[in-house]
């Protein structure tokens, strides 16, 4: 049984059934909103029932962003979504539901029958190129860019970690855009995909470091590297080892608990009279970080978008 949270269950164990051999064949999905305290519960119930994977969602649009070390933190009313294999008796599942719950639980459940499909392009369908700033564009699989003076970075949006579909990666990339990073030495600190570090490299930059305490994120950096030919202008380095000499421009796109709790880490990448850009950080949270980078950095006006905020300091 898979479990996950958020992410597009159905994707998942298509994939995993052709890499299997297996045929494509009809799903049966539940949709259960409960109150976050009776989650646990519903993920055992449809466990016991044979769900193939379950997944944990929002169900009242309530943003989470900041959950404590450790802490693995639910929606308020949270979205319970159970995958069954296709030829499981509807009309059994639903009863053994109803069994095991209350009816005023129980009503609210919903089972759909989903048809398997070629998921992966169906969903990158829905995606087409992006432009950033005037010439900055972010290109998924078998998109065109027809702008001549493009600057293009071929990445899958969501299929790794930052892709410029969110505001805090699209401000990033916008202020590249805008800004003269010929032969200038970057830092992407909490690279994820490694998009700006990618961009900046696209836009002129001499070389590139992307760190980050995830694994995965340093896989999905390395393989977006060399997707787009930049491999050996790209470092890519754990959070755990020796930090590189200091940078002329360090971007550093991650929450703002963490921006201000490794303020003295970030601020000793930033060379004499080197920049820094700070994102991840909602508009009420601005004055909190500036406030903790002030001693080492002189920050201009914050930059918006969707609530949002990019702030851009020069060290003092």
Sequence with gaps: MV?????????????????RGEPRMPWIQTHLVIDKSRAPLIELLFEELGALSITLGDAGDEPMLEPGPGETPLWSATRVTGLFAGDTDIDGLRSRIDQALNRDTSGHLQLEVLEDQDWERAWLERFH??????RLWIRPSGKQVAAEDAVVVDLDPGLAFGTG??????????????SDLSERRVIDFGCGSGVLAIAALKLGAAHATGIDHDPQALLATRENARRNGVSTHLEVLSDKAPPPPPSSLVVANILSNVLIELQATISSLVAEDGELVLSGILREQAEEVMRAYHDNMQFDAPIEQ???????????
């Design 3 to 19: 479990q996950v949270t958020g992410i597009d269950q159905p994707k998942i164990l298509c994939a995993l059934r052709v890499l």
């Design 165 to 178: 579909t969110h505001p805090t990666t699209a401000l990033c990339l916008t202020w590249l855009d805008g």
């Design 129 to 134: 190129p992006m432009r950033f700033g005037r």
């Design 306 to 316: 969707e609530g949002w905020v990019l702030l851009h300091a020069r060290r003092r």
